[in-house]
């Protein structure tokens, strides 16, 4: 089958639905949102705890009331949607990008565009990536697997839980399997901080009593068949496990929550160059990748712990692709912005001289009583003061108009 | 009761898998019992998949009598079997004088065990060869015959096309007894309680070939696990090494090698390490950073960063010290035991070697007319149509199935056709399910697929979700619904 449309958007989550409907609200009609599920709403459908939408709605939603707002919208604006369906071959002629996707219903589709935007998320990562030593029994997932098996499928993976890595789906789960009835006896994090928002400290381990082991790492996964127990190491000063201190814990599951990477396979087939940093491709001030046409947003660019600015940057960067089919995206002079002192990364690396420009980043280890500065040459942009910053929690600023006789933004802490 | 066969093979890895294929072609009942929920889930499983040259092995020894045989007939296996096999080559490469010297041992070794085309090279044609190699590289032993392919898919096609020639096999059968009836022939009693009555047994049973002897009352070998620890690194870097990359090998083992699989990814391993318990199946930080500081001697480029599992095989080393085949003191009990490296490439002529040895025990061999040496074919991989964009081809398969359209591991593209057909052919785990089609043996490890393969499985096996295993009786995924009859969403 063969098709042709204005825009085409690879996943049907948060990203892919904000970026569909900017751009249908920017005058783009003829637009696909491509999704391997059967349902839209991504990683959302499985969160139905709540928690989303202060910043975008003023309200505190659940993951699928979030997405259903979202949903309506392309239901009602008749943008067109192919479920179960994958992408899996993306061609570039330079004006046209062929799409190739394999759809359950529809078969082989070419799917001819002006416009392609990444929103195909991220995944976790696993024990391999880490390397736990031990063995290979059943009761060892990832826990945004356990959050699907527990919250869609209707069944828990064990009853006696160890979580290794703070991150924020690991603490909604070890709240979320306590809830079910299961003893969760640790939350393990190697480094010296929590990998996930403070909030969700307090709400789903402290609240329960869950012990939170900073500085500790999951040294063995012991058991044959099904998982028996794990040893858990301090971490010394040379950053490696203190076996002298080890300890064992009895599980029948041990859940891991240590991180997620940018699902960009499919963006490096076309050619698109990633950011060693984010892990996503690298951006301009439009969020459109180094190959004219193909854009990113949402945590395929980079990984967010907020849905909200997951809806912002991608509405955002559904108005710049529909510039952009319209012939009229403007890029005038790009301003580089440069991370200076406990700046992981800064993101888009250029903001365009003259126009409103929306940054995201990160610090690169916790710090307390710093001011977070935008600075182009000595003027300063923006200040801000901050009594705690974490690398798990990203900030957002808005600059109104970036001066166009800037040569970068200096963005650090001081 | 009892099913009466003219032969038992106990043990359904390579070897057992070979020799029932073997013995297929004849008028002749056989059965296989294997102790796991799948076939090659011992060792054979975990094997880095390498056909030898042959240039390693003791001249004089089985181990060098059967391996450059066992090498050549790969060519006709996997025309016949349909698995994937490539002669990709190995080299040995050498750092030191002294390694060079060694080279020279190996090569005339590999020329008394009759390997083909060795040759030893020097350090500009090995560089031209192999560039990610460290250039302090001063020459290497190269054996063009030597090739790759991917074990257990070897394992599962031997057995399948045995079976399509009226091999039985009987899976989750663990041998718990044998003994010999009035008319002196062989009882054998599985855990479950299953009896099985044959004029031979032939003991292929890997690390537990020992305890299978001794049911018999010969204990004249023990087995003793060698461990050896793999890691796999992510398909972003397959194209590291083109050749499987041997160092200049210790007393103990071959050393840790750089080896391109057939499925593209590079594996790096394998340790070696003598230990006590049978099932010790752990991998260790100490493994960890032998496997990679050594790979890193060969091949600088190799990060750790890049592994994206690991597993570890155990070796059945015997006290024997070279592979323990043909008859016993016990009549009709045949052994194939103690089948270290090279056995993976010895085991076609391993089979025919046990054949031999029924022959002498005047086990009657009649040709069956109707042998089919073709094994049916039972799915097409998409993911090779995908790679090579073939998509008129592709789009030829769908019409024909839709289920090809079904994309359920997006990291490999398996599809729905691929993983209906591997379940309705037996493979009833996760593991297995991965094994045949390699759906989640990608970079996310089933992060994804896992609900969606485990709802094909139970759809098409019939088994209830958390009954559902990834090896196994024990091995449930997810054994506790949070309430009666919310299995569908």
Known sequence: MNKIVDAVIIGGG???LAAAMSLKKNGIDKILISEREDYLGGILMQCIHNGFGLHRFNEELTGPEYAERYMNFVEEADIEVYKNSCTIDIIDDGDNKTVYMMSEVLGLIRVTTKVVIFAMGCRERNRGNIAIPGSRPAGVMTAGLAQKMVNRYGYMPGKEVVILGSGDIGLIMARRMTWEGAKVKAVVEVQPYPGGLNRNIVQCLNDFNIPLYLSHTVTNINGNNRITSVDIAPINEFREPDIKEQFTLTC??????????????????????LDNVTSGPLVDANLMTNIPGFFACGNVLHVHDLVDFVSEESETCGKNAADYIKSCLSLDKE???????LVRYVLPTKVEAGKKALISLRAIAPAEDVTLYIKAGDKVLFKKKHKKIFPSEMQRIVIDEVPSD????????E | MSDKFDVIVIGCGVVGAAIARELSRYKIKVAVLEKEADVSFGTSKANSGIIHGGFHSTPGSMKAKLVVPGNRKFDRLCDELDFPFERRGELMVAFSEDDVRILHTYYSRGKENKVPYLELLGRDRVMEMESELNPDVQGALFAPTAGIICPYEYCFSLIANA?????ELFLNSRVSWIG????DQFEVETEKGCKFSADFVINAAGLFADEIANF??????KITPRKGEEYLLDRRVSTLVNRVIFPVPSSSSKGMLVIPTVDGPVMVGPTALDIDNKTDFSTTRAGLQEVFSQAQKMVPSIRTSDIITSFVGLRPASTVGDFILGKTTVDGFINAAGIESPGLTASPAIAEYIRDVLIKEELRLELKSDFEPKRKKLFTRVRHLIDNRKFDEFDKLVNENKDYSKLICRCENVTEAEIVAAVR??????DGVKFATRAGTGRCQAGFCTPRIMEIISREAGIPLEKITKKGAGSEVIPYPLKKGSGDE
């Open chain 2, 163 to 167: 079976q399509e020639n009226g091999v």
């Open chain 2, 180 to 183: 010999k009836n009035h008319s």
């Open chain 1, 335 to 341: 301003i580089p912005l440069k991370p200076g002192h």
């Open chain 1, 406 to 413: 800037a040569e970068t933004l200096d963005v650090l802490f």
């Open chain 1, 14 to 16: 948060p990203a892919g």
């Open chain 1, 252 to 273: 029948d599951t041990l859940l891991l929550s240590v991180g997620l990477i940018p699902e960009n396979e499919l963006s490096q087939k076309v050619g698109v160059i």
């Open chain 2, 425 to 430: 052919n037996g493979h009833h785990t996760l």
């Open chain 2, 216 to 221: 018999v009352g010969l204990s004249t070998f």
